[in-house]
């Protein structure tokens, strides 16, 4: 005998109980209710490129965090945790550029005040 949907009293199911769930039921298989996942966050790599760029109006002090948090996100990124790779990735060289020419400027400052205690050039 063959399986009629229409009629819920089957010889082979005395109690007339649907399929387990997860199994195709009278319409075939139901659709999972809900709302799609959040995206992810872009929180750490955000904060990496505008702490890196502020770095340009604070001496170089907020690029450092800038770089930390590029590097905690990058992290994340790998680990499929977090998205933002090209944000966290900007924030990053910014950094780096922004901290390598501080050094650059205080090295230069540095120099020229030792030549002028020395007596400069002779």
């Known amino acids: 005998m063959t399986y009629d949907p229409y009629n819920p009293k089957q010889p082979g199911d005395p109690y007339g109980q649907q399929p ?3 199994q195709p039921g009278q319409y075939g298989q139901q659709p999972m209710y809900g709302y799609p996942p959040p995206p992810k966050s ?3 790599a955000i904060l990496a490129l ?3 760029l502020v770095g ?3 001496c170089g002090v907020t690029s450092i965090v800038g770089v930390i ?3 905690i996100a990058m992290g994340k990124i790998k680990r499929g ?3 933002g790779h090209g944000m966290a990735l900007a924030g ?3 950094g780096y550029v922004v901290i390598v020419g501080y050094l650059l400027f205080i090295a230069f ?3 020229a005040i030792f030549a002028a205690v020395n007596g400069g050039y002779r």
């Open 69 to 71: 948090f590029g590097h």
């Open 109 to 111: 400052y540095v120099f």
């Open 20 to 22: 387990p769930y997860g």
């Open 42 to 44: 872009q929180t750490n």
């Open 92 to 94: 990053i060289i910014v």
């Open 56 to 58: 340009f109006a604070t």
């Open 81 to 83: 945790e977090e998205e």
């Open 50 to 52: 505008v702490l890196s």
